[in-house]
């Protein structure tokens, strides 16, 4: 790996491998398997494949492996290994390193996916699982015991949008000898510090920024060599959730312009969130760029941005929100985040309709609440779609 360059430089060139042939862009290796020289050839690969020798795609593929090394270069870990989905990287992360009696802790703001895996999967097998306010470091301290085995968290809280302090966590962590798994999607890799916090391992649904452009599912677990290789790799490899060279590639692609599409919508999400702060049609806007959010010290410091997502609470409820989604024109109402394209959500009815109301309740998911995750439009003519359709609520 090339650490010396800067991470600009790494977005476009790290992990790059050509063939024969000098291709500028990445090729597509879209291959199953890989034929051998010779038996003893066959024989030595399955005893120990080389940093550039593949067996079959499931196990590693010249594609994906370049895009490991590009993201583990990024995230700052040593390794990293490519998922099907970022769901495939959190299910991998937890249950690769996991047996029954062991425990772990974990926020309770969380995706709901990622929660069915805590609260569903994780306890059929026998783990024990304590729920903490993420924003609570003492809920941590408490919950955290010898036998803890890992800590899991959300740096940043879907929908809400509370920013939790990885450099505590992961220190409340490490006096028990858990490890410090974060899933770091709403932070984005541009904004993420979260290795130099003290987090170990690190996993992203590679789904939102880094494709950017809403094509393909994929996601992937950044840790040390020893964790992603003799842990993860081999639970992934046997169990089927590997990335395919296909996607490896758009995301590859998706890497080169990272850097400038976050900076571009963070700039965005920050001057919405800037006009809607005062907004009497509305009853709070969350930002953690905004000097009004509880983390906003904490997240200046974790991430040196608010982030390229917002949600805010329509007075009016849900009859309010639907009008207010259906009156945009440039805005669209959808489910995912990090798109080119400006998403909005209503987390109450979609993303998190499964929860029943009096969890919806304590996670603040209210009536009125609509996501806002900020694409690559202009932002002037964000505001006047937001603003029109506020009008018609
Ligand atoms: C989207 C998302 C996931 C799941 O990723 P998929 O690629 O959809 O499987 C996990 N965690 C968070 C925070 C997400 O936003």
Known sequence: MTRDWNRRTQLVHEGSRRSQYGEMAEAIFLT?????????????????????????????????RMFEERIAAIEGTEDAFATASGMAAVNGALVSMLRAGDHVVSSRALFGSCLYILEEVLVRFGV???????????????????????????????????????????????????LAVVDNVFATPIFSRAVDQGADVVVYSTTKHIDGQGRALGGVICGTVPFI?????????????????????????????????CRAMAG????IAGVLAGDSRLSRVIFPGLPSHPQHALTLRQMGSGGTLLAFDIKGGKEAAFRFLNALKIIRISNNLGDART???HPATTTHQRLPEDQKARLGITPGLVRLSVGLEDSDDLIADLDRALDVI
């Not at 024989?43 to 594609?63: C, K, L, S, V, W």
């Not at 965005?268 to 001057?271: D, L, M, Q, R």
């Open 32 to 64: 199953q398997g890989f034929a051998y020289d010779s038996a003893e050839q066959a024989e030595a690969r399955f005893q120990h494949a080389g940093a550039d020798e593949f067996i079959y795609a499931r196990y590693g593929n010249p594609t994906t």
């Open 343 to 345: 998403i909005a959500t």
């Open 268 to 271: 965005s999400a920050e001057k």
């Open 229 to 261: 290789r003799k842990v993860v790799e081999p639970y992934m490899k046997h169990t089927g959730g590997s990335m395919s060279p296909f996607t490896a590639w758009i995301m590859l692609n998706g890497m080169v312009t990272l850097d400038l599409r």
């Open 128 to 178: 024990r699982v304590t729920f903490v306010d993420g924003t609570d470091l003492d809920q941590w301290r408490a919950a955290v015991v010898p036998g803890t085995k890992a800590v899991f968290f959300e740096s940043i809280s879907n929908p809400t949008l509370e920013v939790i302090d990885i450099k505590s966590v992961s220190e409340i962590a490490h006096t028990a000898g858990a």
